[in-house]
């Protein structure tokens, strides 16, 4: 059976959920309908491209998949490019061996029990070999069956930089997002935190005088010498 994220309650005060809503507008503002940057053309592809996305920047994944999808873009036609046959499509990708085994495993069960197509209830997609929790909720929040926020290192490093987590794991993490975020925002807010933390709140520099939500964090001091959140200058939504 499926493992629900750990439910973690947080009691939050009328100036915090004033600065939580104007984060996520902010959000909004700038992107009003985040998508995932792998690409995929079906649910298949789709679940295909995430679980090789593991330790895997997006950009190294659209890279092989681009060939690969043109082989094989369904169950059927992965079946019988099969295990050694994917290897040299995916071999660029970290871990690949275990990924090809996957693959070439689940679209076995998709074949065998679903008719060639991905199962779009939690429980049964998470059963899929190389599917885990993180994976199904990318799935069902990109293709908006389920509003999920899967939670990888940019996303861990963003939320707790923007005070919207203290969990030490991803399922805490998670956990504290879908019970905080309001929820007109709960089905983008893990696009808007990936691309933020990949491309603005990134580990090593975060770019601070580039963020539109600057003023609302309370980290920023610690990477621009400035006061904390409470002295920060207020910024017109």
């Not at 873009?73 to 040299?88: H, Q, S």
């Not at 001091?221 to 006061?227: N, P, T, Y």
């Amino acid at each position: 059976m499926a493992r629900p994220a750990a439910t973690r309650r947080r009691r939050l005060a009328p100036a915090e959920q004033a600065r939580i809503e104007t984060l996520f507008a902010r959000f909004e503002d700038a992107e009003g309908d985040p998508r995932t940057e792998l690409a995929y053309e079906s649910p298949f592809t789709l679940v295909v491209a995430v679980a090789l996305s593991a330790q895997a920047t997006d950009v190294s994944v659209n890279k092989a998949t681009g060939k690969l999808f043109k082989v094989a873009d369904t169950p059927e036609k992965m079946l019988a490019l099969g295990e050694e046959g994917l290897k040299p499509f995916i071999s660029s990708i970290g871990l690949y061996n275990t990924k090809a085994k996957n693959v070439i495993a689940l679209s076995r069960i998709l074949v065998e029990q679903y008719g060639g197509e991905v199962p779009l209830e939690r429980e049964k997609l998470q059963a899929l070999p190389g599917v885990g929790r993180k994976t199904a909720s990318v799935v069902l929040n990109e293709l908006g069956i389920e509003p999920a926020i899967a939670v990888d290192t940019h996303v861990f490093r963003v939320s707790h930089r923007l005070g919207l987590s203290t969990g030490k794991t991803p399922d805490q993490v998670e956990a504290d997002l879908m019970a905080i975020v309001p929820p007109p925002y709960r089905t983008r807010a893990h696009h808007w935190l990936i691309l933020h933390g990949r491309y603005v709140c990134v580990a090593r520099r975060p770019k601070c005088e580039e963020c539109a939500v600057a003023d609302l964090c309370p980290s920023r001091h610690l990477f621009l010498g400035a006061s904390p959140l409470a002295k920060a200058p207020r910024r017109p939504r």
